[in-house]
C-alpha cells in the first residue's frame, strides 16, 4: 500500500539471524534444515537429463559461493571375483610408508580410529556390489595443520548429507607438493542396502562441502592470495584452470583473439600464452592473434607425467652416483637391471611401476607386472623386462585373411564359407575377440551383423597391444648381488648374462661382484684359478651343492629328512611353504618325515596346504593340485 508517495514501512526484527554453533546447515522451509544434498540434486534433477539452465546454475552456485578451491576425484568400482585382493592391494597402495613423511609410518584411519587394518575393511566389503575411492585435494592444503581431522570432517557431513552412517578408511599423503587424501567408502547403507550417491552430489556437492570445510579453517581467500595463484598458473607446465578458460576461447582452427576474452583478462591470458610460447605450444600470429598447438592440454599433462616420473627416479637413487635418468616408462627393447623401487603410481589408476638400476648406467621407470607377481618383488632383486608382446593373435590372422578376400567384410556366414569344417564356439570366439576390439574403435558392426575390418587391421592390433599391454617381467635372481657373492649353489653370477653389460652404472657393479664371486670360487676349490671357466660339468655340480645345502637347512627346521627331487617319474606330498635362496624360489613338499624342493611356480600358492603330485619330465614338470582342506582338484598346464 502506498500512503503519501512512499512505500509502507514493515517492521522487521532488528536482528533476523540467530547465530548457531556448530556446523554450517542450509536453512530450508519452516526454519527447518534442508540437505545440502537435496538442493543440490534436486535443482539438477529438475532440469532432466540434459541438465539444461539448472546445471548450469548449479555448478555456477557452487563455484561462486565458495572461494579454496579443492579438487576431488571421484571413482565407483564395481567388485567381481577378484575384487576383494584389488582392494586389498589398492589400500596397501594408499597407506605405503613412502607416502608419507619420514619420520611417520603409512597407516589408514578413520572417525575412531588412527591406525585401522586394511585386510579386515577389504574383508568386510567383500559382498558389497561396489566400493567409492575419492582423491580429495584442497589447494591450500599446504597451508592446513592436519589432514585427517579435515577428513573425519568432511566424511561426518557426508553422512548427514547422505543420512547414513558409512564405513571407511582414509589415507593421507604428504610426499607431494600438494598434500591431498585417499578415502575409500563400503557400498553398503547402515542398512544393508546398496549406497547409491548421485552424480550431482559427487560432481558438484562434495567438491562444495570440502570447500566450506577449507573455507572454516583458512578463512576467506585474500585478494593477494588470488593474485599469488593466478601468478603460479601462468607460469606452469601443467594443465591449469587457465588452460581450460583458454580452449573455451579456441575457434575450431585452434586460434584465440585475445581481444574477445574481456578486458579484466587479457593481461593474464596473454602471459600464459607467453608460457605456452616458451613450452613450443603456442605462437602469435598478428596483433591480439594467437594459435594453439593441437591437443596442447594433452602435451601438458604429459610433460607433467614426465615431471612426476624424474622425481620418482631421483628419490629412488638416492645416493647412487653415475646414473643417467631416463624419464620414458615405455621399453622398446629389454633392459635387465636391480629394484630399486616399486610400487603403484597414477591418481586412483593404481598403475604399477618399477624403477630399474639398468646395465647400461640409466635408472629408468618401467611399468610393473600385475600384483601377484609385483607382491613378490624386492628391492635389491634383479629382473628382466622385456616389451609387451605384439604379435597378432591366430584369430586375428584368421580375421584379416577373411576380410581381405571379401571386401573389408567379416562375418560369421563368410568364416564357414572360408572354412566349414570351424565349430560355432570356434566362430564365436572371433565374434568376441572383434567386439572387444569394437569397444577399442578398430572394428565397426554394420546394422546388418557383418563387421567392417580396416586394411591396416593388423598394424592397427599390434599399436593397441603395444599401448595396453603390461612388459613381460622375469625375476632373475630373488637376492641381491653382495647376497650371491658367498652363495653356496649356482647363483644369477654364474650364468654368464653379465657378460654383455656395460662396465656403467648397475653393469660395473655386476662387473665388480663377478670378480669376488670368481675369487669365492677359487677359494672353494670349484674352480683352479680366476681364469678358469665354469663348465656345464660344475654348474650341475653348483646345482646340487644348492638344493643339498637348501635342503640340510629345512631339515633342521622341519625335523624331516630331506630327498633330492628325482630326474623323472612323479612326486606327491603337501605343499606346504615357499623358500628363497640365492639358487632360486623353491616350494616345500613334504610326505609323511621326508620332503623335497621342487621349481616354485605362482599358481602353487592356491594350493598351499593341499595334496599336489607332478609328472617329471627332462625339461618340465606337469603339476596337479589335489584335494586338501576345503580344496578342490585343479590341474595344472605344464610348466618349465
Same mark, same amino acid.
Given at each position: 500500500?502506498?500512503?503519501?508517495?512512499?512505500?509502507?514501512?514493515?517492521?522487521?526484527?532488528?536482528?533476523?539471524? *540467530?547465530?548457531?554453533?556448530?556446523?554450517?546447515?542450509?536453512?530450508?522451509?519452516?526454519?527447518?534444515?534442508?540437505?545440502?544434498?537435496?538442493?543440490?540434486?534436486?535443482?539438477?534433477? #529438475?532440469?532432466?537429463?540434459?541438465?539444461?539452465?539448472?546445471?548450469?546454475?548449479?555448478?555456477?552456485? !557452487?563455484?561462486?559461493?565458495?572461494?579454496?578451491?579443492?579438487?576431488?576425484?571421484?571413482?565407483?568400482?564395481?567388485?567381481?571375483?577378484? $575384487?576383494?585382493?584389488?582392494?586389498?592391494?589398492?589400500?596397501?597402495?594408499?597407506?605405503?610408508?613412502?607416502?608419507?613423511?619420514?619420520?611417520?609410518?603409512?597407516?589408514?584411519?578413520?572417525?575412531?580410529?588412527?591406525?585401522?587394518?586394511?585386510?579386515?575393511?577389504?574383508?568386510?566389503?567383500?559382498?558389497?556390489?561396489?566400493?567409492?575411492?575419492?582423491?580429495?585435494?584442497?589447494? @591450500?592444503?599446504?597451508?592446513?595443520?592436519?589432514?585427517?581431522?579435515?577428513?573425519?570432517?568432511?566424511?561426518?557431513?557426508?553422512?548427514? @548429507?547422505?543420512?547414513?552412517?558409512? *564405513?571407511?578408511?582414509?589415507?593421507?599423503?604428504?610426499?607431494?607438493?600438494?598434500?591431498?587424501?585417499?578415502? !575409500?567408502?563400503?557400498?553398503?547403507?547402515?542398512?544393508?542396502?546398496?549406497?547409491?550417491?548421485?552424480?550431482?552430489?559427487?560432481?558438484?556437492?562434495?567438491?562444495?562441502?570440502?570447500?566450506?570445510?577449507?573455507?572454516?579453517?583458512?578463512?576467506?581467500?585474500?585478494?593477494?592470495?588470488?593474485?599469488?595463484?593466478?601468478?603460479?598458473?601462468?607460469?606452469?607446465?601443467?594443465?591449469?584452470?587457465?588452460?581450460?578458460?583458454?580452449?573455451?576461447?579456441?575457434?575450431?582452427?585452434?586460434?584465440?583473439?585475445?581481444?574477445?576474452?574481456?578486458?579484466?583478462?587479457?593481461?593474464?591470458?596473454?602471459?600464459?600464452?607467453?608460457?605456452?610460447?616458451?613450452?613450443?605450444?603456442?605462437?602469435?600470429?598478428?596483433?591480439?592473434?594467437?594459435?594453439?598447438?593441437?591437443?596442447?592440454?594433452?602435451?601438458?599433462?604429459?610433460?607433467?607425467?614426465?615431471?612426476?616420473?624424474?622425481?620418482?627416479?631421483?628419490? $629412488?637413487?638416492?645416493?647412487?652416483?653415475?646414473?643417467?635418468?631416463?624419464?620414458?616408462?615405455?621399453?622398446?627393447?629389454?633392459?635387465?637391471?636391480?629394484?630399486?623401487?616399486?610400487?603403484?603410481?597414477?591418481?586412483?589408476?593404481?598403475?604399477?611401476?618399477?624403477?630399474?638400476?639398468?646395465?647400461?648406467?640409466?635408472?629408468?621407470?618401467?611399468? =610393473? &607386472?600385475?600384483?601377484?607377481?609385483?607382491?613378490?618383488?624386492?628391492?635389491?632383486? !634383479?629382473?628382466?623386462?622385456?616389451?609387451?608382446?605384439?604379435?597378432?593373435?591366430? $584369430?586375428?590372422?584368421?580375421?584379416?585373411?577373411?576380410?581381405?578376400?571379401?571386401?573389408?567384410?567379416?562375418?560369421?556366414?563368410?568364416?564357414?564359407?572360408?572354412?566349414?569344417?570351424?565349430?560355432?564356439?570356434?566362430?564365436?570366439?572371433?565374434?568376441?575377440?572383434?567386439?572387444?576390439?569394437?569397444?577399442?574403435?578398430?572394428?565397426?558392426?554394420?546394422?546388418?551383423?557383418?563387421?567392417?575390418?580396416?586394411?591396416?587391421?593388423?598394424?592397427?592390433?599390434?599399436?593397441?597391444?603395444?599401448?595396453?599391454?603390461?612388459?613381460?617381467?622375469?625375476?632373475?635372481?630373488?637376492?641381491?648381488?653382495?647376497?650371491?657373492?658367498?652363495?653356496? =649353489?649356482?647363483?644369477?653370477?654364474?650364468?654368464?648374462?653379465?657378460?654383455?653389460?656395460?662396465?656403467?652404472?648397475?653393469?660395473?657393479?655386476?662387473?665388480?661382484?663377478?670378480?669376488? #664371486?670368481?675369487?669365492?670360487?677359487?677359494?672353494?676349490?670349484?674352480?683352479?684359478?680366476?681364469?678358469?671357466?665354469?663348465?656345464?660339468?660344475?654348474?650341475?655340480?653348483?646345482?646340487?651343492?644348492?638344493?643339498?645345502?637348501?635342503?640340510?637347512?629345512?631339515?633342521?627346521?622341519?625335523?624331516?629328512?630331506?630327498?633330492?627331487?628325482?630326474?623323472?617319474?612323479?612326486?606327491?606330498?603337501?605343499?606346504?611353504?615357499?623358500?628363497?635362496? &640365492?639358487?632360486?624360489?623353491?616350494?616345500?613338499?613334504?610326505?609323511?618325515?621326508?620332503?623335497?624342493?621342487?621349481?616354485?611356480?605362482?599358481?602353487?600358492?592356491?594350493?598351499?596346504?593341499?595334496?599336489? $603330485?607332478?609328472?617329471?619330465?627332462?625339461?618340465?614338470?606337469?603339476?596337479?593340485?589335489?584335494?586338501?582342506?576345503?580344496?578342490?582338484?585343479?590341474?595344472?598346464?605344464? !610348466?618349465?
Amino acid at each position: 500500500m502506498i500512503r503519501h508517495g512512499f512505500p509502507q514501512m514493515v517492521e522487521r526484527p532488528e536482528n533476523p539471524f *540467530e547465530p548457531r554453533l556448530g556446523r554450517i546447515r542450509s536453512g530450508g522451509k519452516m526454519g527447518r534444515a534442508k540437505s545440502y544434498l537435496s538442493q543440490v540434486s534436486r535443482s539438477i534433477s #529438475r532440469a532432466g537429463p540434459s541438465g539444461g539452465r539448472m546445471r548450469y546454475r548449479a555448478k555456477q552456485w !557452487v563455484r561462486q559461493t565458495y572461494g579454496r578451491r579443492v579438487i576431488v576425484k571421484a571413482s565407483v568400482v564395481r567388485h567381481s571375483v577378484s $575384487s576383494v585382493k584389488a582392494l586389498r592391494e589398492h589400500l596397501r597402495y594408499i597407506s605405503r610408508d613412502s607416502a608419507v613423511r619420514s619420520e611417520e609410518q603409512g597407516h589408514l584411519f578413520n572417525e575412531k580410529s588412527g591406525d585401522v587394518e586394511k585386510d579386515v575393511f577389504a574383508e568386510n566389503a567383500k559382498t558389497d556390489r561396489h566400493h567409492f575411492r575419492f582423491i580429495v585435494s584442497p589447494e @591450500d592444503a599446504s597451508e592446513m595443520s592436519d589432514l585427517n581431522p579435515f577428513v573425519r570432517d568432511l566424511v561426518s557431513q557426508m553422512e548427514r @548429507d547422505l543420512d547414513t552412517p558409512l *564405513e571407511w578408511v582414509a589415507a593421507v599423503h604428504d610426499n607431494t607438493e600438494h598434500p591431498h587424501a585417499h578415502i !575409500v567408502i563400503r557400498g553398503k547403507r547402515a542398512g544393508g542396502e546398496d549406497l547409491v550417491i548421485p552424480r550431482a552430489y559427487i560432481a558438484h556437492g562434495l567438491r562444495g562441502r570440502a570447500q566450506e570445510l577449507v573455507d572454516l579453517e583458512l578463512g576467506p581467500q585474500t585478494q593477494l592470495e588470488k593474485d599469488l595463484k593466478m601468478a603460479r598458473q601462468v607460469g606452469a607446465d601443467h594443465p591449469t584452470d587457465l588452460d581450460r578458460h583458454l580452449k573455451k576461447l579456441m575457434n575450431e582452427t585452434g586460434e584465440i583473439n585475445l581481444a574477445s576474452s574481456g578486458l579484466q583478462y587479457q593481461a593474464t591470458h596473454k602471459a600464459r600464452l607467453q608460457t605456452l610460447q616458451r613450452l613450443g605450444l603456442a605462437k602469435r600470429v598478428k596483433g591480439s592473434r594467437w594459435q594453439i598447438a593441437e591437443g596442447f592440454d594433452r602435451t601438458l599433462k604429459e610433460i607433467a607425467e614426465r615431471k612426476d616420473i624424474i622425481k620418482q627416479i631421483h628419490r $629412488s637413487i638416492g645416493d647412487i652416483q653415475g646414473r643417467s635418468v631416463q624419464a620414458e616408462s615405455e621399453i622398446t627393447t629389454p633392459v635387465t637391471g636391480a629394484v630399486l623401487r616399486k610400487g603403484m603410481r597414477g591418481q586412483g589408476h593404481d598403475q604399477p611401476y618399477m624403477v630399474l638400476d639398468t646395465m647400461d648406467g640409466r635408472a629408468m621407470l618401467v611399468r =610393473g &607386472p600385475g600384483d601377484d607377481q609385483l607382491n613378490d618383488i624386492r628391492a635389491g632383486m !634383479v629382473v628382466s623386462v622385456s616389451p609387451a608382446d605384439a604379435k597378432p593373435k591366430p $584369430s586375428d590372422k584368421t580375421i584379416h585373411q577373411i576380410a581381405s578376400t571379401n571386401s573389408g567384410a567379416y562375418s560369421e556366414d563368410l568364416h564357414r564359407a572360408a572354412d566349414p569344417r570351424a565349430s560355432k564356439s570356434f566362430v564365436q570366439a572371433h565374434i568376441r575377440r572383434l567386439e572387444a576390439l569394437r569397444r577399442k574403435g578398430i572394428v565397426e558392426r554394420q546394422s546388418d551383423g557383418r563387421w567392417s575390418i580396416p586394411e591396416n587391421y593388423l598394424d592397427r592390433v599390434r599399436d593397441h597391444q603395444i599401448k595396453h599391454r603390461q612388459p613381460q617381467t622375469k625375476i632373475e635372481s630373488w637376492v641381491s648381488l653382495e647376497e650371491q657373492i658367498d652363495a653356496p =649353489g649356482l647363483t644369477w653370477l654364474d650364468e654368464g648374462v653379465h657378460l654383455r653389460a656395460d662396465h656403467r652404472g648397475f653393469g660395473a657393479d655386476v662387473h665388480a661382484a663377478k670378480l669376488k #664371486r670368481t675369487q669365492h670360487l677359487v677359494q672353494a676349490g670349484v674352480l683352479t684359478n680366476v681364469d678358469a671357466k665354469l663348465t656345464p660339468e660344475i654348474f650341475e655340480a653348483l646345482k646340487r651343492q644348492g638344493m643339498d645345502h637348501t635342503g640340510q637347512e629345512l631339515a633342521a627346521k622341519l625335523g624331516k629328512s630331506y630327498e633330492p627331487l628325482p630326474k623323472s617319474g612323479q612326486i606327491e606330498g603337501t605343499y606346504s611353504q615357499s623358500v628363497i635362496r &640365492p639358487n632360486g624360489k623353491f616350494a616345500v613338499i613334504e610326505r609323511g618325515k621326508t620332503f623335497t624342493l621342487a621349481p616354485w611356480r605362482k599358481a602353487m600358492d592356491r594350493a598351499r596346504g593341499m595334496e599336489i $603330485s607332478g609328472t617329471i619330465s627332462s625339461r618340465s614338470i606337469s603339476w596337479t593340485f589335489g584335494k586338501g582342506r576345503g580344496g578342490r582338484k585343479v590341474r595344472e598346464k605344464r !610348466v618349465q
